[in-house]
């Protein structure tokens, strides 16, 4: 059985970093590309970041620069660094993965996580 799980979420100030971490299990060869998204209180689910199986990352604008995605692949595990928090970024974080990247960029991945809540206080 896959089991996809989050973990790392937390309340932080405006300013702050927070590191994710996801353990995708029951299936390695499933997971070929694994990644971030994101869903605020009254907003559409995004895509955060990407990473391929000795492949290459993807971000979102508006994270490019504060956020780094980084795998494990012996682990199956993707990770999400996030320095310069803002406001702005407090939604709730799903880990997600798939055998074919183009289902993360499209937001169809079939595996997913329980989520993690990332607060940032002003």
């Known amino acids: 059985q896959v089991q996809v799980v989050e973990s790392g979420g937390g309340l932080v100030q405006a300013g702050g970093s927070l590191r994710l971490s996801c353990a995708a299990s029951?299936?390695?060869?499933?997971?070929?590309?694994m990644g971030w998204f994101r869903q605020a209180p009254g907003k559409q689910r995004e895509l955060v970041a990407t990473?391929?199986?000795?492949?290459?990352?993807n971000y979102a604008d508006s994270v490019k620069g504060r956020f780094t995605i980084s795998r494990d692949n012996a682990k199956n595990t993707v990770y999400q660094q996030m320095n310069s928090l803002k406001p702005e970024d407090t939604a709730v974080y799903y880990c997600?993965?798939?055998?074919?990247?183009?289902?993360?960029?499209?937001?169809?991945?079939?595996?997913w996580g329980q989520g993690t809540q990332v607060t940032v206080s002003s």
């Open positions: 997600a993965a798939d055998l074919d990247p183009a289902t993360l960029r499209v937001g169809t991945p079939k595996y």
């Open positions: 029951g299936g390695r060869f499933l997971f070929n590309a």
């Open positions: 990473a391929v199986r000795y492949g290459t990352t």
